[in-house]
């Protein structure tokens, strides 16, 4: 299933509603502080930031407010019902450097070199996110001295190796949990 069905398929809709109880809880919020996981990243007052599959939005009003209004958040969810929760959280807290699009990120449509940071925050690895296909993409949209920011829950899954592996990123560094990535030339 690509993520372009799975954004419409109502009963994963319907079967993430769920888990998003779990994304959301206050459990995760005193064991995970976005604030604290995003510093990992280190979000900077202006920069231009991706969000793939920013969910029920934990990490995005946070994350928003981190780069401030001259800062860019560019939140990217397929599935319908998590992206109208984070455009309706976004909305409520009166953000405007926030856009939330409903779009697989493994074909983001966006600017080639336009993003200072790319956030995969909790969603890798996952079916529907092939780093075949994901990483590429990253590199793509990344400006040269941008950064790929990786945070993994709840194992690893050998993801920081496959992603040096790939030859598109290099110089790994580890902050707050979060591994942090350059484009390769
Ligand atoms: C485990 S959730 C994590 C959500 C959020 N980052 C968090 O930590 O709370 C994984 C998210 O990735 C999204 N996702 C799955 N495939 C995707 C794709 N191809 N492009 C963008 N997002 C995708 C899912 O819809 C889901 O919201």
Do not use: C
């Not at 450097?97 to 409903?102: D, G």
């Amino acid at each position: 299933m690509d993520a372009a069905q799975l954004g419409k398929s109502r009963f994963l809709n319907l079967l993430f509603r769920f888990a998003g109880f779990t994304m959301e809880s206050r459990l995760r919020s005193w064991l995970m502080p976005p604030e604290k996981t995003l510093l990992g990243a280190g979000l900077k007052t202006g920069q231009t930031v991706l969000e793939v599959g920013s969910g029920t939005g934990f990490f995005t009003l946070t994350a928003a407010k981190m780069i401030g209004k001259s800062g860019h958040l560019i939140a990217l969810e397929p599935l319908s019902d998590f992206a109208d929760k984070v455009e309706g959280k976004v909305r409520q807290a009166g953000y405007e450097n926030v856009e939330v699009i409903k779009r697989d990120a493994l074909k983001t449509e966006l600017e080639t070199a336009s993003i200072d940071v790319a956030l995969l925050y909790g969603v890798v690895p996952f079916p529907t996110l092939p780093l075949k296909q994901l990483l590429p993409e990253m590199h793509r949209v990344l400006k040269p001295d941008g950064s790929l920011a990786v945070w993994l829950f709840p194992t690893t899954g050998g993801v920081p190796t496959a992603i040096l592996r790939s030859g598109l990123f290099t110089n790994q560094e580890k902050k707050n949990g979060v591994y942090s990535f350059t484009p390769a030339k």
